[in-house]
């Protein structure tokens, strides 16, 4: 790559909201920088920016707006009477495993009858199977809660139904048109929800189940007020589940999201310390984002490689020891997962660049007998932002195929697998992520229709890669006071995403390659001095040596070695403008 190759991607500059800023900067003390980011942000009224800058509790919405909640809360309450036993059966991806850590210990506390089941990916896949459930009846079980999952087990539902066994559903996947026949169906994405905020993680679903179960219990007289539980103690847990899942952080996320991070930073939970402790994160200030990229990912680990009942009793432990034996289990199962990846993905960059030198227009979909299925989602997530189009990775096994498939731009990837069903055998998800069970020999029928169905709903130049610019600055703009109130916007993520500045007419004083190809640069502008950093880029190193550039870029704390500077980390760069 050269410069001439520069830039990367389309640049986007938010439209200004001029009449949202000028309000901000009269009422506020903040940067104009910063009033014009929060703007811009589509957060219009004095209320709902306060509420967005200081995301509160208090401002959940009534859990009891959710179908089924009351319904839910009764049987729940019920089987604590009758002292039934209880299974929490949970999915094996971080937001399940979270749900179920959540929801158990909640229940253990008051209830000695209950236990939990995560499925193993390999033998059981995923929701509710046959076999547990003859398994939990001849256990004794009388209710099963399924969390973040249950939407797509009509039969499985039934069977319990007929053994004896109730079940509430506690879910966050796109509903058919038939719901299942459980006792209740929590899950604000059914149509005759009336709950607001439809975005909701399984985690934070399950979280509004506890308000609503507390809240009875306690109307009921089930505590004395010294032992009351604090449900804010659990929203370390939500908040890794929330951000693992990838649900935009707005409205309910937002205040999970943002509480439980600063939990996490006080070390409160043994579990999330030992984490911390083999991540080499101690002492360190976790955000939304290294949580996605180091803690949360060896919490799923343990279901893509082992079993997720692991990084659930990580979660539960109480003891620092018992702890950090478990983490270290867990960072092995995630050593091992990155090395299946990174031969998966490099296996797929030299399929997807011959397709290119062919001319042909290959759709991302593929399959192969050879990968473990608790890695290809991943690896489609990879492939999707690498080359942004949807990406649907098959592990086949005895004829038939496990999909794992992640989204790209603004297509529907849930709406579009749907539209294939007569090639699945099954198929669950929402718009970002989803799975499918396919026969072999549908594979080629599927991908073609579903290429077809990409091509039609979204032009091929809303699938560039689109970088977001937020406002424009110049170098002597940026400062800790800048860094600090941009802060105020945190947690970044999905559909909040880290705030992106654009500078002109910026010269390169210097350039070095530092770590894994990663380019380090001095920049100027006016005077203003900054140190600069591209990730993977190394290859531009002489191109962009004494260069004068237009940059977009995220200004950062730089922690290595405790430096504790501003650093640019550069989104994309063209030659400057003459």
Request: with cysteine.
């Amino acid at each position: 790559m050269s410069v001439h190759n520069l830039p990367l991607t389309r640049w986007c500059l938010r439209e200004e909201n001029i009449e949202t800023r000028n309000l901000l900067a009269a009422g506020m003390n903040i940067r104009a920088i910063v009033s014009r980011i929060i703007a811009n942000r589509a957060i219009g009224t004095p209320e709902e920016i306060r509420q967005y800058l200081n995301p509160s509790l208090n401002n959940l919405h009534n859990p009891f707006l959710m179908r089924d909640m009351k319904e839910a809360v009764e049987r729940m309450t019920a089987a604590f009477r009758r002292k039934e036993k209880i299974v929490v059966y949970g999915d094996y991806d971080a937001d399940g495993i979270t749900s179920v850590a959540v929801l158990y210990r909640f229940i253990r506390k008051i209830h000695d009858n209950v236990t939990f089941y995560i499925p193993d990916r390999m033998a059981e896949g995923y929701g509710l199977n046959p076999a547990a459930v003859a398994r939990f009846h001849s256990e004794g079980v009388t209710l099963i809660a399924t969390v973040d999952c249950g939407m797509a087990n009509h039969e499985e539902i039934d069977l319990a139904k007929k053994l004896g066994i109730d079940v509430v559903i506690l879910d966050h996947h796109e509903p058919s048109e038939t719901l299942p026949r459980a006792e209740a169906i929590v899950n604000p994405k059914r149509h005759d929800c009336p709950f607001p905020f439809k975005q909701l993680a399984a985690v934070g679903i399950v979280f509004n189940f506890l308000i609503a179960l507390r809240g009875i219990l306690r109307n009921e007289g089930f505590w004395t007020e010294s032992n009351y539980p604090n449900l804010r103690d659990y929203l370390d847990l939500v908040a890794l589940g929330t951000i693992g899942d990838v649900v935009p952080l707005v409205d309910e996320n937002r205040i999970f999201a943002k509480i439980g991070m600063e939990l996490i930073n006080q070390d409160k939970r043994a579990g999330i310390r030992a984490l911390k402790r083999v991540c080499t994160m101690e002492g360190k200030t976790v955000e939304a984002s290294r949580a996605s990229f180091t803690l949360i990912p060896r919490i799923n680990a343990a279901g893509r490689i082992a079993s997720a009942s692991h990084a659930v009793e990580l979660l539960l432990a109480e003891s620092d020891d018992d702890a950090l034996i478990l983490a270290q289990m867990l960072e092995g199962f995630n050593k091992k997962r990155q090395s299946m990846e990174r031969t998966i993905f490099a296996q797929l960059l030299e399929t997807v660049s011959k397709a290119a030198n062919s001319g042909e227009n290959e759709p991302m979909v593929f399959s192969s007998s050879d990968w473990h299925p608790g890695v290809i989602g991943i690896v489609a997530s990879r492939l999707a932002d690498r080359f942004g189009r949807p990406a649907i990775l098959i592990s086949i096994k005895d004829g038939v195929g496990k999909g794992s498939g992640r989204s790209a731009a603004d297509f529907n990837l849930f709406e579009g697998i749907k539209r294939c069903e007569s090639h699945l055998l099954a198929y669950g998800g929402h718009r970002f992520a989803a799975g499918i069970l396919i026969e072999e020999e549908n594979i080629v029928p599927f991908t073609e229709q579903l290429s077809k169905i990409i091509t039609d709903s979204c032009p091929e130049e809303e699938f560039a890669a689109c970088t977001t610019i937020d406002a424009s600055c110049v170098l002597s703009d940026v400062d800790m006071e800048l860094f600090e109130q941009m802060q105020m916007l945190a947690p970044f993520g999905s559909g909040n995403q880290e705030p992106v500045l654009h500078a002109r007419n910026v010269g390169v004083l210097s350039t070095t390659i530092v770590g894994n190809n990663h380019l380090k640069m001095r920049v100027s502008q006016d005077g203003a001095v900054k140190e600069a950093i591209w990730f993977n880029q190394g290859q531009l190193l002489a191109d962009l040596n004494h260069a004068s550039l237009d940059i977009v870029f995220m200004p950062k704390i730089n922690d290595w070695n405790h430096s504790g500077n501003i650093q640019l980390v550069i989104k994309d760069a063209k030659t400057a403008a003459s």
